[in-house]
């Protein structure tokens, strides 16, 4: 399984090709989908392009979104869109569109909090636990790990000579990861070489914008759905 992720923390500073309205988010994904990906990751933004909790702002970017794809999709709940742990649960809470499933980033504070909600609320846990951080640890004593929907590993190193170990190195931290299913992938430098290596071990992984800009050669991709169709070829 390759998901989608269209635009992560990338401003309109990082290329028009970096979907950030909600039409464009829905084009951007409609065209990955159709190169292969089975599953979308957004981040909603507002009309100044910070990434936004807000029910206002994650609503119509649903509602884009299925109007075009008919594939699960899944909102990041990051703590810098909301830092305040207990308002994050609030925004959640205040939801009136709901995604399919949602991000939640382990080492974060407030992650077992915001994940109890979203269960509670019927919306699916990708539980990330990222590279360099307890996630990991935190995870495995987590009462919730084996109700998540799945693990996203996430690798932060962005060296290419170095991503693949610490991959390995990542997966070895998780263990039996409550019994989830895994999908690793990297970033930046390590985008490439960490989603060759998930590949190689059958691991679901993801693909986009948000997590390069960049194709292997190193030429700039021009949109997520050319990211897709190259990981997919891999």
Do not use: Y
């Given at each position: 399984?390759?998901?989608?992720?269209?635009?992560?923390?990338?401003s309109a500073a990082d290329g028009a090709a970096v979907p950030m309205s909600p039409q464009e988010l829905a084009r951007s994904a409609a065209d990955a989908v159709a190169a292969g990906a089975a599953s979308?990751?957004?981040?909603?933004?507002?009309?100044?392009?910070?990434?936004?909790?807000?029910p206002r702002v994650l609503a119509p970017v649903l509602e884009a979104l299925r109007a075009q794809v008919r594939v699960p999709v899944g909102v990041t709940t990051g703590a810098w869109a909301e830092p305040d742990p207990a308002?994050?649960?609030?925004?959640?809470?205040?939801w009136s569109v709901l995604p399919d499933f949602a991000s939640v980033n382990w080492h974060?504070?407030?992650?077992?909090?915001?994940?109890?909600?979203?269960?509670?609320?019927?919306?699916?846990?990708?539980?990330?636990v990222f590279s360099g951080t307890d996630g990991a640890s935190r995870?495995?004593?987590?009462?919730?790990?084996?109700r998540v929907l799945r693990v996203l590993a996430e690798v932060t190193d962005h060296d290419p000579a170095t991503a693949e170990a610490s991959a390995r190195s990542l997966l070895a931290?998780?263990?039996?990861a409550h019994g989830r299913p895994l999908l690793l992938h990297g970033e930046e430098g390590g985008t490439w070489p960490v989603l060759r290596l998930a590949g190689r071990l059958g691991l679901a992984?993801?693909?986009?914008?948000?997590?390069?800009?960049?194709?292997?050669?190193g030429r700039r991709a021009s949109s997520n759905a050319e990211l897709v169709a190259e990981a997919l070829a891999r």
């Amino acid at each position: 399984m390759v998901q989608v992720c269209l635009n992560g923390c990338r401003s309109a500073a990082d290329g028009a090709a970096v979907p950030m309205s909600p039409q464009e988010l829905a084009r951007s994904a409609a065209d990955a989908v159709a190169a292969g990906a089975a599953s979308v990751h957004v981040h909603p933004k507002t009309p100044c392009g910070h990434d936004s909790l807000s029910p206002r702002v994650l609503a119509p970017v649903l509602e884009a979104l299925r109007a075009q794809v008919r594939v699960p999709v899944g909102v990041t709940t990051g703590a810098w869109a909301e830092p305040d742990p207990a308002a994050r649960v609030a925004r959640v809470r205040s939801w009136s569109v709901l995604p399919d499933f949602a991000s939640v980033n382990w080492h974060e504070p407030g992650a077992e909090e915001v994940a109890g909600e979203l269960l509670a609320r019927g919306v699916a846990v990708e539980a990330g636990v990222f590279s360099g951080t307890d996630g990991a640890s935190r995870f495995a004593a987590s009462p919730l790990g084996p109700r998540v929907l799945r693990v996203l590993a996430e690798v932060t190193d962005h060296d290419p000579a170095t991503a693949e170990a610490s991959a390995r190195s990542l997966l070895a931290e998780l263990g039996p990861a409550h019994g989830r299913p895994l999908l690793l992938h990297g970033e930046e430098g390590g985008t490439w070489p960490v989603l060759r290596l998930a590949g190689r071990l059958g691991l679901a992984t993801r693909i986009g914008l948000e997590d390069t800009l960049l194709l292997p050669d190193g030429r700039r991709a021009s949109s997520n759905a050319e990211l897709v169709a190259e990981a997919l070829a891999r």
